[in-house]
Every structure is written in structure tokens, then in C-alpha cells.
């Protein structure tokens, strides 16, 4: 079983993850959204765990980024597995997203890259 699938199997249980396993998750599932959107354009915040830029377009250096996502370790294992629907975890406000760009839909659901 992958940190990703552990991690989700304690949510779904009703416990709470190893810290560091929930790090190592959301780090890893973050890859997979970089490997399949490179870019600088759009920046996905997963609290308190990781940070990546991703998706092709306008270059952010410096300041608030133009394209804002955020939600916690939970919502974005979901997102990143196909367990949640994009458009229902904005509606219902477990993802917040603002910024041209900032809809992630065309690459979730996410899977680890494929070996060489």
C-alpha cells in the first residue's frame, strides 16, 4: 500500500494520520501534479505540509501568485486519488481556489508516474 493509499485508509477509518506519513503523501501526490502540469503559473498550497507551482503559463516570482489553491491534507489525497470531484470539494468549500488557471480539473485524478 502507497503513503497515499495508507494515509486515506485512516481518514476513511475516522483516525488521523502519522504526521509524517500525511507529509510524505501530500509531497508525493504534489510530484505526480508537477510531473503532469510543469509550470509556475498556478501555486497549490496543502497546509502545513507542501507547496508546488505548477501549470504552463505566466511566471510567478514574487508576491501573491495570480492563481491561488488551497485545501487540507485530506481534501487534496482525495482530489489527487479521484475520491473527490474537483467541482464538488470547491462547492463545498474544502478547496479554495482563485486565479485564472486555478481549476484543476484536467489533471486530477493523478497517478504516480510510470517507470523507466
Known amino acids: 500500500m502507497s503513503d497515499v493509499e495508507s494515509v486515506l485508509a ?8 502519522d504526521r509524517a506519513l500525511a507529509k510524505a503523501a501530500v509531497k508525493e501526490s ?22 508546488v507551482q505548477a501549470v504552463e503559463g505566466a511566471r510567478h516570482r514574487r508576491g501573491t501568485p495570480p492563481a491561488v ?10 482530489l489527487a486519488t479521484g475520491a ?5 470539494a470547491v462547492a463545498d468549500g474544502r478547496v479554495r481556489a482563485s486565479g485564472e488557471r486555478s481549476d484543476l480539473t484536467p489533471y486530477l485524478p493523478l497517478h504516480p508516474p510510470k517507470a523507466p
Do not use: H, K, M
Open 10 to 17: 485512516t481518514f476513511a477509518s475516522g483516525g488521523q494520520p
Open 69 to 78: 489553491v488551497e485545501c487540507d491534507a485530506r481534501t487534496w489525497l482525495e
Open 84 to 88: 473527490v470531484a474537483w467541482a464538488d
Open 30 to 51: 504534489l510530484a505526480w501534479l508537477v510531473a503532469v502540469a510543469p509550470g509556475r503559473s498556478v501555486e497549490v498550497r496543502v497546509p502545513p505540509f507542501a507547496v
